[in-house]
């Protein structure tokens, strides 16, 4: 007899499901006792450290995650990180255990009570089967949902006791035979606009988004700026690194104010935008969107983020796919190349480290196949000092919620293993999700973890000063033994008291067979 469990892990493999990631309860156990020897489980010891790992995992991997986890209690604990996951447009299959189906009704123990709805507002779709039978047919479905333009976040519910009931053959062969295209692309008229816009402009800029970084995106962006001799810009708040940061084209990441936004922008009379929501601002500003003079068209593949843009003119469709097009149809042009930006130089004096130097020294030490996941947040407007070569090279949290990076970090890793990962973290960022370095350790996965340690929420006591907020102890977090909480982890530390110190240790760690974690100062 095909089982009902014996179908829902067929119907994982036919969508190329490569792990399960999670933290399962009492709801859960049936679903593992039928977990085959070809899926690993990956046991993490948090919730919002198991989403973030599979969000990682799912990123670098190019597949749909998959998250277990236990019941209401479970997934209100991964909500957090979820935020990221949905923001970020990761493919990913959130199940959750249901309680048994006699018990639900009356509302005993772990009842997860109307899960349907617990999920929303960061999830595409939801559902819990109605019979057991049902169950393969939903994660079909939410499988092929959210591995759809716009990609992201599904929920599903499964009752304890629906696992060892019997499967329907026949529906179940249906579900082995179907499949979704999921890309939609932008029509041809609407990027002949958008070309004949950028060919007849004086002064165009182009703008990239983390939904241009793919291999063929982020190889197209460097020919269309090539081409057409573009400055090229990276929007606000990027969780990814569309382009190369030494190119002579490249220009920085935008503000996050909507008024200084307005201010850069306004240099060009055409911009044209792949990849991003237009935009994502964050430090507040009274000034306007937009400066008269200048005209926005940007491709976006997700229909809300080009809706509630408060100006431009913006094409549905597979950014990537039009940066492709764009760029073989684009005229060439032989105006002046965009004046090259300059990088200051670093302060270096110790023993607590300015950002920039700090940054210099791990650039020195990582090579360009490195990814680096970060969740450093006062250094996070200085990102453009690593130097990045190739697509998918640098990850950040999509929505800004802290305890992503560290167990992405992990994830990253293990679904792209040829490419050592570094993680650069702040050390107050460090201690939303520090029980994934229990996972790394177990899993010997070699990520080396950078802490920077400054004692003080840094970025908020930043922004307090230009929110006018008065300053008190409340940002304060000193007394945190960074070094001690990694190795009673299981993880190998240690201390970097110069620069050369750390950048050796970044150095060997593109060898390292294992976890490690390396603090410094921060000033």
């Known amino acids: 007899m095909v089982t009902v469990s014996d179908a829902f892990y067929g119907i994982l493999r036919h969508h190329g499901v490569k792990a399960v990631f999670g933290n399962p309860g009492s709801n859960e156990l049936s679903f593992l006792t039928g977990l085959p020897d070809d899926i690993p489980y990956y046991l993490v010891l948090q919730e919002g450290a198991a989403i973030a790992i599979a969000d990682g995992f799912a990123q670098a991997s190019g597949t749909t995650g998959f998250l277990n986890l236990h019941a209401a209690a479970g997934s209100g604990n991964a909500m957090g990180c979820m935020t990221n996951t949905a923001s970020g447009h990761t493919p990913m299959v959130v199940m959750a255990g249901q309680q048994a189906r006699r018990y639900v009704p009356v509302g005993a123990m772990l009842t997860n009570v109307d899960p349907v709805k617990l999920g929303d507002p960061l999830v595409k779709w939801s559902g819990e089967p109605l019979r057991p039978q049902d169950a393969p047919s939903l994660l079909s479905k939410g499988l092929m949902l959210a591995d759809s333009a716009p990609r992201g976040v599904v929920y599903l519910s499964v009752p304890l006791d629906d696992w060892t009931e019997a499967a329907e053959?026949?529906?179940?062969?249906?579900?082995?035979?179907?499949?979704?295209?999921?890309?939609?692309?932008?029509?041809?008229?609407?990027?002949?606009?958008?070309?004949?816009?950028?060919?007849?402009?004086?002064?165009?800029?182009?703008?990239?988004?983390?939904?241009?970084?793919?291999?063929?995106?982020?190889?197209?962006?460097?020919?269309?700026?090539?081409?057409?001799?573009?400055?090229?810009?990276?929007?606000?708040?990027?969780?990814?690194?569309?382009?190369?940061?030494?190119?002579?084209?490249?220009?920085?990441?935008?503000?996050?104010?909507?008024?200084?936004?307005?201010?850069?922008?306004?240099?060009?009379?055409?911009?044209?935008?792949?990849?991003?929501?237009?935009?994502?601002?964050?430090?507040?500003?009274?000034?306007?969107?937009?400066?008269?003079?200048?005209?926005?068209?940007?491709?976006t593949d997700d229909p809300d983020e080009a809706a509630r843009a408060p100006f431009g003119r913006i094409s549905i469709g597979d950014p990537s796919d039009a940066l492709v097009r764009v760029a073989a149809a684009a005229a060439g042009s032989d105006r002046p190349w965009p004046a090259t930006r300059t990088i200051p130089e670093a302060d270096t004096s110790g023993p607590h480290f300015t950002i920039e130097a700090i940054l210099d020294a791990i650039d020195r030490g990582k090579n360009d196949d490195?990814?680096?996941?970060?969740?450093?947040?006062?250094?996070?407007?200085?990102?453009?000092?690593?130097?990045?070569?190739?697509?998918?090279?640098?990850?950040?949290?999509?929505?800004?919620?802290?305890?992503?990076?560290?167990?992405?970090?992990?994830?990253?890793?293990?679904?792209?293993?040829?490419?050592?990962?570094?993680?650069?973290?702040?050390?107050?960022?460090?201690?939303?999700?520090?029980?994934?370095?229990?996972?790394?350790?177990?899993?010997?996965?070699?990520?080396?973890?950078?802490?920077?340690?400054?004692?003080?929420?840094?970025?908020?006591?930043?922004?307090?000063?230009?929110?006018?907020?008065?300053?008190?102890?409340?940002?304060?977090?000193?007394?945190?033994?960074?070094?001690?909480?990694?190795?009673?982890?299981?993880?190998?530390?240690?201390?970097?008291?110069?620069?050369?110190?750390?950048?050796?240790?970044?150095?060997?760690?593109?060898?390292?067979?294992?976890?490690?974690?390396?603090?410094?100062?921060?000033?």
């Open 370 to 523: 490195t990814v680096i996941a970060l969740e450093w947040t006062s250094g996070e407007v200085m990102r453009d000092r690593l130097t990045i070569t190739r697509a998918k090279s640098l990850f950040y949290s999509a929505a800004g919620g802290l305890g992503w990076g560290l167990p992405a970090a992990i994830g990253l890793r293990l679904g792209c293993p040829e490419r050592p990962v570094v993680a650069l973290i702040g050390d107050g960022a460090m201690q939303y999700t520090p029980s994934a370095l229990w996972t790394a350790a177990r899993h010997q996965v070699p990520v080396t973890f950078v802490v920077c340690t400054n004692t003080k929420y840094r970025a908020l006591q930043d922004l307090a000063e230009i929110m006018h907020v008065p300053g008190g102890d409340y940002l304060d977090i000193s007394g945190i033994g960074v070094l001690d909480i990694a190795r009673g982890y299981g993880l190998e530390v240690h201390r970097a008291e110069s620069l050369e110190d750390l950048t050796d240790y970044v150095r060997k760690g593109m060898t390292a067979t294992g976890p490690r974690l390396v603090e410094i100062l921060q000033r």
């Open 169 to 299: 053959d026949n529906a179940l062969n249906h579900l082995l035979e179907r499949g979704v295209d999921g890309d939609p692309v932008v029509p041809q008229r609407a990027l002949d606009t958008l070309v004949a816009a950028l060919d007849r402009a004086s002064a165009p800029a182009l703008v990239l988004g983390p939904g241009a970084d793919t291999e063929e995106g982020f190889q197209a962006a460097v020919a269309l700026a090539e081409r057409a001799h573009l400055p090229v810009w990276i929007a606000p708040s990027p969780p990814r690194a569309p382009f190369p940061t030494r190119h002579r084209c490249f220009q920085g990441q935008l503000p996050t104010a909507a008024g200084e936004v307005a201010d850069v922008l306004a240099h060009y009379d055409v911009v044209v935008s792949f990849g991003a929501p237009v935009f994502r601002y964050h430090v507040p500003s009274d000034g306007d969107f937009l400066q008269p003079g200048t005209s926005v068209y940007a491709v």
